[in-house]
């Protein structure tokens, strides 16, 4: 039953048969346990099995191996402070997102004359005190948005709400150029 002595007692099972096998024929394995437990030595292959253990709640087989990287590097961080702001900021960050401005109670403004109407603020109904929105630096599509919310959902706090994903600009115009197929925004995702 096996090809190499074994250790085991005569009453073991053959799973545990199976596991010392396994072993024992990859006993010269490259990677101590050191470096398959760094998030910036495991080897790339071994990620995926690395951010499961260090409990990243979003992965992406797609990404960059640097935000892989960084995702699981920045997980225990982020689990630390889970359901505050500092928490949002970080994984935004890890995930590649950079920097964002998360606002809460957006709105109460009223139409006093005390603001100078720009466009960039509007008058009505102020956000309830559980919602809030994330301004971010750059512009995403739309299948990041939708990463972006399955982010949120596991690192905000439970009692609030996404109101609105925003950026200042968009990385597509209104001209034509491109070709309205679902996959680009304008502006604002909601």
Avoid at 84 to 113: D, K, Q, S, W
Wanted: with cysteine; charged share 25%; glycine share 6%.
């Amino acid at each position: 039953m096996s090809e190499l002595p074994t250790l085991l007692p005569p009453n073991a099972q053959p799973v545990e048969y199976e596991l010392e096998q396994f072993s024992a024929r990859h006993q010269d394995f490259a990677a101590p346990i050191r470096v398959l437990w760094s998030p910036e030595d495991c080897p790339a292959h071994m990620l995926p099995w690395l951010a499961w253990a260090f409990s990243v709640d979003d992965w992406d087989p797609d990404w960059p191996e640097e935000t892989k990287r960084s995702a699981v590097a920045a997980s225990i961080a982020i689990h630390r402070r889970k359901g505050t702001n500092g928490a949002v900021r970080n994984a935004l960050a890890a995930f590649g997102y950079g920097a964002a401005a998360i606002v809460e109670g957006y709105g109460a403004f009223t139409y006093n004359g005390d603001l100078t109407h720009d466009g960039s603020e509007d008058y009505g109904e102020p956000d309830h005190w559980a919602e809030y929105r994330v301004y971010l630096e750059r512009p995403i599509t739309i299948d990041q948005a939708d990463q972006l919310r399955r982010i949120l959902e596991n690192v905000a706090p439970e009692r609030c709400h996404l109101k609105g994903l925003y950026f200042s600009e968009a990385a597509h115009r209104y001209n034509g150029a491109i070709t309205y197929d679902g996959a680009f925004t304008y502006g604002a995702v909601t």
